[in-house]
Each structure stands twice: as structure tokens, then as C-alpha cells.
């Protein structure tokens, strides 16, 4: 294969990798997955994330943010941690970080500010946001109104919207972030690839999560990239090439790490 893929977000620092992160990644790497960006949780994913990226350099790469759904009473300390954690400058984004009403509704307030915070971050370290969006685009999407024209960059992770809230989405310049929801029978994300440029997706797995067919409902690996890209490739009618060309540029473009 000509174009190296990028995973855009997987959590292979969490404890389902234990019994074999190294052949995990090993085999992930064969396949042609040559970076894989690691979005943070809370503070105590911190320690193992940065563990793993220290293991793998020039493949997995760190991100800083806290999760919506860590988000609770305590959430501006987990901040300070946050924004204490960017000031030694070695992650190439903030996230993941977002809104999510699935989960949990009664701290919508408190999800609504520690988002803000990490978007003001976003800017102030110039670093590329991951947005977890789950039943919350019309919440994200009012906050972020109010950050046109400030520079604001990124990937709307796990993305699962319709086709007008994408173009709602890239219109604010962000990326796509598609993963093994694409490939499940009642996804309704084929509609949202057919009208959308290669030049706004990246490929993402949400390792351990939301592992594609024909692995759904099994542990999710970097791995399966692939079987992402190669769906992309039928419903675009392109060689698997592109899509891992474009892709894998619409990433170094939007972070900064090394191109090797």
C-alpha cells in the first residue's frame, strides 16, 4: 500500500489492552496504520496514555482534554489538571472533550462550561480540539458559533450526524471523524459520505469501542482501519489509495507531528 493510515482516536492505553497492547499495536502497524492519536479521558487516564505514548514514539501520539462524561461536581479541578497538563507542550490536540446527552443530562451546565474552557485552551495553545458530540449537536454547534473567526480547528469524533448537520460542521471548518459506525445496517452515515469531499474525513476506530462489521460488538482495534477505509472506497467509487492519501494529509495538515 502506497499511503500509511492514521487512527485518529483510540483509547489503547485502557485496561481491555492489558493482556496484549503491543501486538495490538504490532499488528495495527503491519496493516499500514502508522500513527495513532490518543485522546485523553480525566486525570487518571493521564498516567497510562502518556506511558503508551512514551512506548511508541512517532506512532502513538497524545491528546489532553477532559471528557464530557467525566464531567461532575469536581470538574474544575480535573480543568486545572487539564490546562496544567498543555503547558508542557507535547500533545497535539485537546480532547477529547464535547457534550454528551446520552450519558448523562444533569450536568448539561457543567459539560456546557468545561467545554468553552477547553475550546478557549484550544486557542490559547493553538492545538487542534476532538469533539465528543452524543446527542448534542445543536448544543456544541450554538457554543461554537460563538467561536467563528478565532481559529478554531478540528474533528468532530465518532461523528454521527446528518448530511446537513456535516455540512453545518465542515462549514465551521472541522473534519469528520468516521469510524466503524459506517459500516453498521442502519447507519445512516453512507448518505453523509456519498455528499461529502474525501478532503473533510478522517478514519478513526474509538478503540475499544464501536468495532466495525464484521468485528461489531468484539473489542475494536487500530487495526481495523481498513475494513473503515475500504467501505469509504465502495461508497466513493475511488482506489483505497485516495482515501487513505487524502485522509491520512487532511491529519498532518490539521496536527503537528512528524510526516515520517
Known amino acids: 500500500m502506497s499511503f500509511p493510515y492514521i487512527d485518529t482516536h483510540a483509547h489503547l492505553y485502557l485496561p481491555e489492552f492489558d493482556h496484549d497492547r503491543d501486538r495490538v ?17 480525566d486525570s487518571s487516564s493521564i498516567g497510562p496514555m502518556n506511558m503508551l505514548a512514551s512506548a511508541y514514539p512517532g506512532v502513538c501520539y497524545p491528546m489532553m482534554g477532559l471528557h464530557p462524561t467525566s464531567v461532575k461536581e469536581g470538574y474544575r479541578e ?12 507535547q500533545y497535539i490536540g485537546v480532547g477529547e472533550i464535547g457534550i454528551d446527552l446520552y450519558w448523562d443530562k444533569q450536568h448539561l451546565r457543567e459539560q456546557c462550561l468545561a467545554f468553552s474552557y477547553q475550546l ?38 465518532a461523528f454521527t450526524g446528518t448530511p446537513d448537520i456535516a455540512l453545518q460542521v465542515i462549514e465551521m471548518g472541522f473534519l469528520l471523524g468516521i469510524g466503524g459506525i459506517l459500516t453498521y445496517k442502519n447507519s445512516t452515515l453512507p448518505d453523509v459520505i456519498r455528499e461529502t469531499n474525501l478532503q473533510h474525513l478522517v478514519l478513526e476506530t474509538d478503540s475499544p469501542y464501536l468495532a ?49
Do not use: W
Request: aromatic share 6%; hydrophobic share 40%; with cysteine.
Open 212 to 260: 466495525p462489521v464484521p468485528f461489531r460488538g468484539k473489542r475494536n482495534e487500530s487495526g481495523y482501519i481498513p475494513y473503515i477505509a475500504e467501505v469509504i472506497k465502495q461508497i466513493k467509487n475511488v482506489p483505497l489509495d485516495e482515501v487513505a492519501g487524502i485522509t491520512t494529509q487532511n491529519v498532518l495538515d490539521l496536527c503537528s507531528m512528524s510526516h515520517g
Open 120 to 157: 478557549d485552551l484550544s486557542i490559547t495553545f493553538n492545538l487542534p480540539v476532538i469533539i465528543h458530540a452524543r446527542e448534542s449537536f445543536s448544543e456544541i454547534i450554538e457554543i461554537l458559533q460563538g467561536y467563528r473567526k478565532k481559529g478554531l480547528k478540528g474533528i468532530f469524533h
Open 78 to 89: 480535573e480543568l486545572g489538571i487539564i490546562e496544567s497538563e498543555l503547558v508542557k507542550g
Open 25 to 41: 499495536i504490532d499488528i495495527a502497524v503491519h496493516k499500514g496504520v502508522k500513527k495513532i492519536l490518543l485522546p485523553n479521558i
